[in-house]
Every structure is written in C-alpha cells, then in structure tokens.
C-alpha cells in the first residue's frame, strides 16, 4: 500500500490514500450514516465545551470496509516508526454549514498515536470547501487535505490540526470517520 502523497508537519508524518476501496462502499457507508444516532456531545478542546459539534460513535469498528484499510495504512506507517497500532476509538465526525470545528490536537507529543480520519460523501465539489488544515507550532496552516471521497488521511495525533466546515452552497453533510490507534506491543 502506497499513499498517493504524504509530508511532515513539525517533523510529523502526514499520508494521504486515494482509492482504498469501491467508491459504492463509501456511498453504502454515506447512505447508513445518514441514518445513523449521532449526538451533539463531541468537544475539540478542554476550552471550547460549550461548543461541541455532533457525531455519532461506533463501537464495533472491525465490521466496517474501511477497518482494515486503515489498519493496512498503519501498517504502512510503522514501517518507518518501528511501532505496531490499535483502533482504540471510532466515530463519526457531521458537519454542516456555519458549524465550527476547532484546531486541536489528538494526543500529547510523547504518546505517538495516529488518527485516521475517511471522508465518506457520495461526492464532494471543490466550492464546498470542507478540507481538513494542519498547522506548525505558528499555526501557520502547512499541509492541507481536500475531502475526497473515499480518501483516507493518517497523521500523528500530535499535529494541531482543524476540519473546515463546509460552504454555504454545500447540501451535504461533511462526514469524517475517525479511528483513533494507540501504539502497543503485539504479543508473540
Ligand atoms: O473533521 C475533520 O476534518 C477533523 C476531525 C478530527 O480532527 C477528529 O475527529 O479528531
Ligand atoms: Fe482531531
């Protein structure tokens, strides 16, 4: 498996994957989250709780098409890390126009978890805005990822990183699908 392009923020990886699965499982996984029980209960940050955006969490993860590519994608990342990860979290991020969603970051900088976050849209237009931002220690935002259908990014969760809401003239909703990994010692 390789990323169709990938970078460094901070010193910290970033990879970009196109094309992991059949864009009609994507569309599949769109149509069960449209239908799905999210709540208004997910707060970026310690500091901005009292604006919290909606998304729905998913407790058996490894029935899902994008499991094992993730894993697969992480498999691609402890190739330079030496280190092996779990899913430890999953949920679904919605969005929608005028919705905020605050930089933040997914762990401390000594803990080496990785997030994984797939956009799941049936189709996405570039006016609709929706990209995902990664910032240096300047927040100066330096790598920047488009909502791709069906594109997974994988990053350290120790990048400060923000998804941008969508524009006024999107009718969809802006779904990311988040696993969480946590390094951890495979027994032999
Ligand atoms: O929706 C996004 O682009 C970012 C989501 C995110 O950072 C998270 O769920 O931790
Ligand atoms: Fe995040």
């Known amino acids: 498996m390789q990323p ?18 059949p864009l009609e499982q994507i569309r599949q996984l769109f149509s069960v989250l449209t239908r799905s029980g999210f709540t208004k209960d997910e707060a970026a940050r310690s500091d901005t709780s009292q604006f919290t955006h909606w998304a729905a ?4 993860p ?5 499991f094992k590519p993730t894993i697969e ?6 190739q330079t890390s030496g280190r092996a990860y779990r899913v430890y979290r999953s949920y679904c991020n919605y969005a929608g126009f005028g919705d905020v ?8 900088p000594d803990q080496h978890e990785l997030t994984g ?11 609709w805005g929706g990209e995902t931002l990664f910032f240096n220690e300047d927040k100066d935002a330096e790598f920047v990822v488009s909502p791709r259908p069906g594109r997974l990014v994988l990053f350290d969760g120790a990048i400060l990183h923000a998804g941008r809401p969508p524009s006024r003239i999107c009718h969809m909703p802006r779904y990311t699908f988040a696993f969480k990994l946590e390094p951890y010692q495979p027994s032999r």
């Open 4 to 21: 169709s392009r990938s970078g460094t923020v901070e010193g910290r990886p970033i990879a970009v994957f196109d094309d992991l699965l």
């Open 57 to 60: 969490n998913v407790d058996q």
């Open 62 to 66: 490894e029935v899902l098409p994008i």
């Open 73 to 78: 994608a992480a498999r691609w990342f402890g």
């Open 101 to 108: 969603l605050f930089t933040h970051t997914d762990c401390l």
């Open 117 to 127: 976050l797939w956009f799941i849209a049936p189709e996405w237009d570039v006016e």
